[in-house]
């Protein structure tokens, strides 16, 4: 999951671009990196890190022009290492920069037939770079020395009949102007907004609303499943619909757990969602157990925090912080390699024992993925003196990997896969253990958009909404996917394609 920012503006625009990536810092904190355009050259500065340790006075200062691109990166597949940085850029045609979030399910294919059919040259084994390679050289194709919107649009349709998978991708032309684009399921989001400055108007697309939030940028919307939008380089703005069916079926785990709360995603609100998920999850409890004897509710910071109000509030219960954060440690989840997970679980959280003394608690969580994390959480607060300790997730359990731009961990690492709800308890150390409902998960974010035609539910339920994701495929995701593999990758650049 990557963070991705486009700003198009009569005025400079690497400050508000690196403003944005850290409103966006939550959706990747392995490197980060801004591009602009400035007379027709690209200047970039990228790096392994936070955006605040990769951009320094010196750097905002060189990244001169009026349109730009940002990025934030978390790595997938076994990679890190600052030569997947994006933005990336080609040189041909015109010059084309282009940042990504998302996966593309036929890869493999496409590097094939970018070498093969469309003579291009690959430099890493990122499907970032396939991206970039397609639509440049479907926006090749077009024939024109100074494509326009109609040209850009073209490009857009061919590039949506040949990737399979989940994107949404911002690109750069240089001295053209700046392209967004989304894939036709609409899984990975992204939204547009519009500031004016005098006579003349911004615009900026990002993956979530609070990117604009904060420069006072208006939202007008989401892009669209399959739909591009073109700002060329005198400031008007136009947008296509470019894929044959386009269907919304956005990825639910955004709204579970990758998501800002207060993000606006297809219309709906991240943070009313999860607080209709901890008012479920409430009423499944009192289903289950209407004699229930829970003390107190306590979250796991911070993505639970919401849920975790709404579902203390329904059971009429004490609400408590009883995990206190440290904000320097990054989202254990992401983390690369299980040893970096388990030590930065102690590091990241501290309990505070007075409200764990002799009570029963019940933990609230976004989500239960490899069992580690809440493993040792609940041992903290047995050590802190719970009598107790029960355990809710707020989704279901996550059986299946994602291919969809998360890097959910292989099916075998995902502590739900093969295992009972009983089950899952006694190997995570809970006296009690409760899920969400995969249809109440639904109801939650549908209530937000009833429009919405479905949602990219694959971790739970291992129906995938694009692409060929056979066994075969799968085996190849776990072996890039293993800690092992994980563990000996972190940190090394991704080895070359070899073409034969």
Known sequence: MCGVVGISSNESVAADIYDALTMLQHRGQDAAGIMTCHRGQFLQRKGEGLVRDVFQAPHMEQLAGNFGLGHTRYPTQGSSGSALAQPFYVNSPYGIALAHNGNLTNSSALSDELYQTDLRHLNTDSDSEVLLNVFAHELQRQGKLSPEADDVFKAVSALHARCEGGYAAIAMIANVGLVAFRDPNGIRPLVVGVKSQGEHKSYMVASESVALDVLGYRLIGDVDPGEALFIDAAGEFSRQQCASNPKLKPCIFEHVYFARPDSLMDGISVYKTRMRQGERLAHKIMRERPNHDIDVVIPIPDTSRVAGQALAHELGVKFREGFMKNRYIGRTFIMPGQTQRKKSVRQKLNPVP???????????????????????????????????????????PVRFPNVYGIDMPTASELVAHGRTIDEISEHIGADWLIYQEIDD??????????LVDGFELSVFDGQYQTGIIDDAYLIGLSDARSDDSVDRADGALVGLHNRS
């Not at 029963?360 to 993925?369: A, F």
């Not at 998960?441 to 009833?450: T, Y």
Request: aromatic share 6%; with cysteine.
């Open 441 to 450: 998960l639904i109801e939650c974010s549908r209530e937000g958009n009833s």
């Open 354 to 396: 007075l409200e764990f003394e002799g009570k029963t608690v019940l933990l609230v969580d976004d989500s239960i993925v490899r069992g580690t994390t809440c493993q040792q959480i609940i041992q903290m607060a047995r050590d802190s003196g719970a009598k107790q300790v029960y355990f809710a997730s707020a989704a279901p």
